[in-house]
């Protein structure tokens, strides 16, 4: 969504259930779910833990499904979305996409907007799990430093990047949030 700034801080948030539950999963979990990746470009450096997601076919009239990554993470999931939500957003809208993304240490995500229309109006949320000094998330040719426990809004319609120069992954909880008047 093109909000009033390349980023929206949300504020502080309680991240340890997530992370653990991400932490606790094995390569095999990671693996489980190439789709990104493979259609995507952009993400090819990426591996994904997708528990809701739409490819957008049929908008305004869009699917969601549940996918692998429901029953690994939702318990910790579901909390933390609504709790922002609450916190942030109108009620009554949908959870879109939902995943954990991570970017392996040395991975770069190169620059890029997201095009599909469902992009311009839900809210696309970042919540890092894990981090390292090296990783850079540019937006609109400026650097970001987005940091574990803190919740962000990130301006999609800019050209976005992110680049992992450290030597840990860093993995991010992302979900886009359709308000209930979005569509109309």
């Known amino acids: 969504m093109n909000i009033d700034a390349p980023v929206r801080h949300l504020g502080e948030i309680d991240v340890s259930a997530m992370r653990d539950a991400v932490l606790?999963?094995?390569q095999e979990a990671w693996a489980s779910q190439p789709h990104r990746q493979e259609t995507y470009e952009v993400?090819?450096?990426?591996?994904?833990?997708?528990?809701v997601?739409?490819?957008?076919?049929?908008?305004?009239?869009?699917?969601?499904?549940?996918?692998?990554?429901?029953?690994?993470?939702?318990?910790?999931?579901?909390?933390?979305?609504h709790g922002i939500i609450e916190g942030h957003y109108p009620k009554g809208g949908a959870?879109?996409?939902?995943?954990?993304?991570?970017l392996a240490a040395g991975g770069r995500i190169s620059t890029h907007r997201d095009g599909h229309p469902s992009f311009h109006c839900s809210h696309r949320i970042h919540v890092p799990l894990t981090t390292n000094?090296?990783?850079?998330f540019m937006i609109d040719g400026r650097p970001y430093r987005l940091e574990v426990g803190q919740a962000y809004e990130i301006n999609n319609q800019l050209a976005h990047s992110v680049m992992n120069k450290g030597p840990e992954d860093r993995i991010t909880f992302i979900f886009d949030y359709l308000p209930p008047d979005a569509k109309a």
Do not use: C, Y
């Open 24 to 26: 606790a999963l094995g």
């Open 43 to 51: 993400h090819q450096q990426t591996q994904s833990l997708v528990l």
């Open 53 to 81: 997601f739409t490819d957008g076919t049929g908008w305004p009239d869009i699917e969601v499904t549940k996918e692998s990554g429901w029953p690994w993470l939702a318990e910790p999931a579901v909390p933390l979305m």
């Open 95 to 102: 959870i879109i996409r939902a995943m954990a993304a991570k």
């Open 133 to 136: 000094p090296r990783v850079r």
